[in-house]
């Protein structure tokens, strides 16, 4: 009688901590990176006071507007994260805004808020583009774990000090995609389209000038951070279940 009583006290317990886990909330789904993406604005010599500021200016505004929101948190769960530095010679780069993630509206208002008022790092310096992907690469690899290691790349020149872009980092793992600025013969599209993009689906954006250049990174940030489209064109119907 006293087993049978035990054992029923056992069960009891272990259908009351079943219901008890049931009803407790489980633990959250983990976050993950979906993608790294570091941009490397130029401040080289040949970049002027005001055309600086449409680069800053412009980048804050195209990080606050609504399609590079949505570009941004498109997969809910699967965030991006955030870095910014500015470049020019071969020893002229600095970091303007350290790994971020973003998970809200609110953490691209805080970011953009602090790129639309700092000073300029760096002006008389030459144009070392394979310096500047030296560092956005080293910069890369201090990300936080993400799926996709992307580098983008802003300027108004051709390389003209330190090592060629093509000898900059040639086996990291990353995607290098470029904004030129104010290229009316397309010498400079066409230079970084050889020299300077790399990786699958890398490409080069164009802004007509510096006044331009918030449109341009809109339209590059939106196709850089889209999700990869899933086709199901021929994938055959399931088997229906008898």
């Known amino acids: 009688m006293v087993g049978a009583l035990v054992r029923g006290a056992r069960r009891g317990a272990r259908l009351a901590l079943a219901a008890l886990a049931v009803a407790l909330p489980g633990p959250a ?20 006071g005001g055309e600086y500021a449409f680069q800053t200016e412009g980048l804050a505004a195209a990080l606050m507007s609504e399609s590079v929101r949505a570009a941004f948190l498109s997969m809910p769960g699967q965030v991006v994260a955030l870095n910014i530095y500015e470049w020019s010679g071969r020893r002229q780069q600095q970091t303007r805004q350290d790994w971020v993630m973003i998970r809200s509206a609110a953490d691209l208002d805080a970011v953009a808020g602090r790129i639309a008022t700092m000073g300029r790092s760096f002006e008389q310096y030459p144009t070392a583009l394979g310096h500047a992907i030296l560092y956005g690469a080293a910069t890369l690899a201090s990300a936080p774990p993400c799926a996709e290691l992307k580098l983008d790349i802003s300027g108004d020149g051709t390389n003209n000090d330190g090592v ?18 104010g290229d009316d013969g397309e010498t400079i599209g066409r230079y970084y389209e ?8 890398a490409f080069v954006e164009r802004a ?4 331009d250049f918030e449109a341009a990174m809109k339209r590059k ?8 489209a899933v086709s199901l064109l021929g994938t055959p119907a399931p088997a229906p279940r008898l």
Request: glycine share 6%.
């Open 29 to 48: 789904a983990a976050e993950q990176c979906r993608i790294a993406l570091a941009l490397g604005l130029d401040v080289s010599s040949s970049v002027d």
């Open 221 to 228: 940030l939106e196709r850089e951070l889209r999700p990869a």
């Open 208 to 211: 007509r000038d510096y006044e």
């Open 164 to 181: 060629p872009p093509p000898f900059a980092a040639p086996d990291a793992p990353i995607v290098i995609n470029g904004l030129v600025i």
């Open 194 to 201: 050889n020299f300077v993009i790399r990786g699958p689906g």
